[in-house]
């Protein structure tokens, strides 16, 4: 299977094209300074992902985005707790 071929291209393709919207989004939703840090690590994900087609890339993606940006803010307040 090539790249052009493999089920994560058209995933790939999307998130190139949309990457300043998931940026948008994530600084809307609060992520601030870490909005580039959060849509790197979606391309991390998408592109070590081994999935198949996705019906929506673009919902996908903003998902994969909110879910990552939820993680991190939930870690950040469970380490603040701890060192408290």
Do not use: N
């Amino acid at each position: 299977m090539t790249a052009e071929t493999s089920p994560t291209a058209g995933l790939e393709a999307a998130f190139l094209e949309h990457r300043e919207k998931l940026l948008r989004f994530l600084r809307a939703r609060g992520a601030g300074d870490a909005a580039e840090d959060l849509v790197q690590e979606v391309w991390l994900k998408i592109s070590d992902s081994r999935l198949g087609p996705v019906a929506s890339p673009l919902s996908y993606l903003f998902r994969t985005a909110d879910l990552l940006m939820i993680d991190r803010f939930r870690s950040t307040r469970q380490a603040d707790v701890r060192d408290r």
